[in-house]
């Protein structure tokens, strides 16, 4: 079976239905856990997708040197050499960041503020021609939880979704390689316990149950959205898709 390397930055955003998305659709994963003292790999051999999930930890550097960052360098050179050998990848919010800052993009603070709980984003043009993208609906639901931004893109991105406050929410480097600002792998648990006692919500005055509520109320149609999107690209990283995003005729086996 082929395996995705699945790497977890922070252990409150685990692979969540994302995981079971991409297990279902025939992909067996490998979680590493660098936060917990997981050793990563030094290259991608043996691995037929990458994906890096998300965390509250920041893509550039801290003045003060704030933990949970040091293997961030060997995240991104694992970023590197996916986009280099055409590995299929996926990159989400912290994940998505991380791919740019690896390809000379740029991550700071939102000067438009932080971005939390469900919310819509526009497919721009170029999606249209995206094996994945294509069929992803002009405006889907997303749920969104970042204070930091991806202020540049690296230089030959495509931009595939964007909005008001924030321009850069999806993006592909190369044509393996995708970035998502926002979250697509969520349950309500998990947006329960991001929820539970934050600063976040407490800075921005929102009541931390009308956050769950409301997030709650979009799973249905973030599934119905991102669930075909995981397994357009499992089918990719299987050999199952072309570059157009339809899936390749199997052979019929011998009688």
Excluded at 91 to 104: E, R
Excluded at 105 to 117: D, I
Excluded at 180 to 187: G, S
Excluded at 221 to 244: K, M
């Amino acid at each position: 079976m082929a395996t995705a390397l699945v790497i977890e930055n922070d252990p409150t955003d685990d692979p969540r239905r994302l995981g079971e998305w991409l297990t279902e659709a025939g992909l067996e994963l490998s979680l590493v856990r660098p936060h917990a003292g997981d050793a990563l790999p030094a290259d991608l051999d043996g691995y037929a997708a990458l994906v890096v999930l998300g965390g509250d930890q920041h893509a550039y550097p801290q003045p003060d040197g704030a933990p949970g960052t040091t293997w961030f360098p060997a995240v991104e050179g694992l970023l590197r050499k996916a986009v280099r050998y055409r590995v299929p990848t996926l990159g989400v919010c912290l994940g998505a960041q991380l791919l740019a800052t690896a390809h000379a993009g740029t991550v700071a603070l939102s000067p438009s503020g932080p971005e939390v709980g469900p919310a819509v984003v526009g497919k721009r043009d170029a999606a249209e021609t995206d094996p994945l993208f294509r069929y992803v609906p002009l405006i889907p639901d997303v749920l969104q939880w970042h204070t930091d931004e991806i202020t540049e893109l690296p230089v030959g991105a495509t931009l595939l979704a964007a909005s008001t406050r924030y321009p850069h929410q999806a993006f592909r480097l190369g044509d393996r390689a995708w970035g998502l600002q926002f979250h697509i792998e969520c349950d309500t648990a998990m947006i329960a316990e991001w929820a539970t006692d934050s600063a976040l919500l407490a800075e921005l005055g929102y009541d931390p149950q009308l956050v769950i509520s409301a997030s709650n109320a979009v799973m249905a149609d973030v599934e119905e959205v991102w669930q075909p999107f995981a397994a357009r690209f499992a089918a990719l990283a299987l050999g199952e898709l072309d570059d157009g995003g339809a899936r390749r005729s199997l052979p019929l086996l011998g009688h």
